[in-house]
């Protein structure tokens, strides 16, 4: 049984670039969760998909965007990168949207 | 916004000795959750109580969770290096949205 896996760990993008972020989801896992942590504080929930449709979103703006595959493997989009969303990009995928969530490594982007 | 709060900020204790951890939330819940992360990476599920349950076991780990003061608290007993982490309470609410505290800094020194 594989965890789940993002990629790239490592970006380093330039303001007012686009970037995008993926996830593959545990094996048997349909709900799949994005969360950005900066540095020091807790991880901010970004939006969730449950079965390729968008389940819920935090209060992020519209330039952060995603896709749910029927893989169930994901995608987080970013435009026009600020400098404020360097971040730990985290996802985090579940059997359901009420079970534990099990998380990736991250993705470290560096917006500058 | 952060919906859980974590008290306290940071927390060292010697190996052996129990570590407690507490948290605080604003609103109803479907269930609590507590997360242990290691230096930046990725976390990992420790124990998840739901808004029926008042405590739950699971090795080390004793969570407790009081509804009517809305706060659970994260027992670990026997504390090790190993355990050295942030730790954060996530609250399920009911828009699928699972919010996280800013975490408790634990340190066990050997």
């Known amino acids: 049984e594989t965890g789940v896996t993002q990629s790239p760990t490592h970006l380093i993008k330039t303001r007012g670039q686009q970037v995008t972020l993926r996830c593959s989801s545990q094996?048997?896992?349909?709900?799949v969760s994005w969360y950005q942590q900066a540095l020091g504080q807790g991880p901010q929930f970004i939006f969730q998909?449950?079965?390729?449709?968008?389940?819920g979103r935090g209060n992020f703006p519209p330039r952060f965007s995603g896709l749910q595959f029927p893989n169930y493997s994901s995608e987080l989009n970013v435009n026009a990168l600020e400098l404020d969303d360097s971040a730990l990009y985290l996802c985090?995928?579940?059997?359901?949207?009420?079970?534990?969530?099990?998380f990736g490594s991250g993705t470290r982007l560096t917006v500058v | 916004s952060q919906q859980g709060e974590e008290d306290p900020q940071a927390l060292s204790i010697q190996e052996g000795e129990n570590a407690t951890m507490n948290c605080s939330y604003k609103?109803?819940?479907?269930?609590l959750q507590w997360y242990r992360q290691n230096s930046g990476r990725g976390l990992v599920h420790l124990i998840l109580i739901r808004s029926n349950e008042r405590e739950k076991h699971s090795g080390r780990l004793r969570v407790t969770l009081d509804t009517s003061k809305k706060s659970s608290s994260l027992l670990i007993t026997a504390s090790r290096a190993a355990d050295t982490a942030s730790y954060f309470c996530?609250?399920?609410?009911?828009?699928?949205?699972?919010?996280f505290g800013a975490g408790t800094r634990l340190t066990v020194k050997p």
């Open positions: 094996s048997g896992h349909n709900t």
């Open positions: 996530a609250t399920d609410l009911d828009n699928n949205d699972m919010r």
């Open positions: 609103t109803s819940i479907n269930n």
């Open positions: 985090a995928s579940s059997f359901g949207i009420r079970a534990g969530y099990t």
């Open positions: 998909y449950y079965r390729e449709e968008e389940n």
